[in-house]
């Protein structure tokens, strides 16, 4: 298989001493990244708080990890030089949206006239996967038969549970808040690259948008590069659990495009019932039980997990990426950055800890796990 990739990663800049949001950190941070991200893009992200990192474009996963080592370490040492840390989650545990401001640039601030509360309150980063591959019409199909693992790419990389210094109950609590904002969610069914091209001039003919930058669903085309992206995904504290999504993300794609070319995808769940299994994977993560068509039950997702990788073991071969994949196995016997947050603040509160400090307990976990493995 003939394919490149690259991952987006967004990161929340922390007080050191407070373990809160630096609601407006030093721009030095931004022009070491600048300066020292060679082949990468690190940028400002929606919120000063916010930092994004690009990585170059990857011909091998093996690449890829190299690759986000390099853009985390860039990351960590410009904050660690200007008394900033730096957190690799979807949502900081006690933060709040009141207080922060957004990043001066003119997309911003249409976006913020335009739809007000629903995009301030946008306290949340998250994980973009691109994947270059096959031709246009190929990558939509493929696309839409991608929709049916989006609950699973939700589970695993889940790191959004504590919000304002409330346990929300969910696992990925970050989706929660793009339902307040339009063209979000599980794309429509797609057929063709003319078919996308179509939703574009419609949304287009009324006004609603300038291009498809603006459709944020789950999984949708680029509009700048010729990618399926996929942004379901939080951001993992681990970097390796990112390493073992894209490799997964890569092996689906593999495995897919073989069965277009015999034209033999397999059967689309229906939107709703995508939609359903991806709210049982925001609420209950690896605990969920998803609806599995093929036997018309509900299955443990990680039974659904295991039987999926057994059979990627030969795209994991085609791609070279078989200990990447094994990742996987990994993150389901131990559980995602949501269960090790959940587990950390309830430790912490049984040990007679205040609320406020078994919330900076997990702001100083997220804090450790995003520089492991990681040489700063």
């Known amino acids: 298989m003939k394919f490149t990739i690259g991952v987006e990663e967004e990161f929340f800049l922390v007080d050191p001493a407070t373990r809160d949001l630096i609601s407006q950190p030093a721009e030095a941070i931004f022009e070491a990244c600048e300066r020292n991200a060679g082949p990468h893009r690190i940028v400002h992200e929606f919120l000063n708080s916010q930092i994004e990192t690009n990585t170059k474009v990857c011909t091998s996963i093996r690449e890829l990890r190299d690759a986000l080592h390099e853009t985390r370490r860039i990351v960590l040492n410009a904050a660690h030089d200007h008394d900033a840390a730096v957190i690799a989650a979807s949502m900081h545990p006690f933060a709040k949206w009141q207080q922060q401001s957004a990043t001066p640039k003119q997309r911003y601030e249409e976006f913020e006239m335009r739809m007000q509360d629903a995009v301030r309150r946008l306290l949340v980063s998250g994980m973009h996967i691109h994947v270059s591959f096959g031709d246009e019409d190929q990558r939509i199909r493929v696309m839409s038969t991608l929709r049916n693992y989006m609950p699973l790419f939700c589970v695993l990389s889940a790191s959004s549970p504590i919000v304002e210094g409330r346990q929300t109950g969910f696992r ?24 996308y091209v179509q939703v574009i001039e419609e949304m ?6 300038n291009d498809g930058t603006e459709l944020w669903w789950d999984i949708r085309p680029s509009a700048k590069y010729p ?25 689906l794609i593999q495995h897919l495009q073989t069965l277009d070319e015999r034209d033999a995808l397999p059967r689309q769940q229906s939107q709703q019932l995508i939609q359903e299994n991806r709210w049982q994977a925001q609420r209950y993560g690896i605990l969920a039980f998803l609806a599995d068509p093929t036997t018309n039950n509900r299955r443990l997702v990680s039974e659904i997990a295991e039987e999926l990788l057994s059979s990627l073991e030969a795209s994991a071969q085609i791609c070279e990426c078989e200990a990447e994949l094994a990742l996987i196995e990994s993150i389901l016997a131990r559980g995602t950055s949501a269960d090790r947050q959940f587990d950390t603040m309830k430790l912490a509160e049984l040990d007679g800890a205040s609320e406020q400090a078994s919330l900076r307990n997990v702001v100083d976990l997220l804090i450790a796990e995003t520089k492991v493995g990681i040489d700063v």
Do not use: H
């Open 204 to 209: 287009q003919s009324f006004g609603f948008i």
């Open 172 to 195: 990925s609590f970050r989706l929660n808040y793009f339902s307040g904002i339009p063209r979000t969610g599980v794309p429509p069914d797609l057929n063709s690259w003319s078919e």
């Open 227 to 251: 990618t399926i992206e996929l942004r379901i995904c939080d951001t993992c504290p681990l970097v390796e659990d990112a390493v073992a999504l894209a490799a997964l993300y890569v092996c």
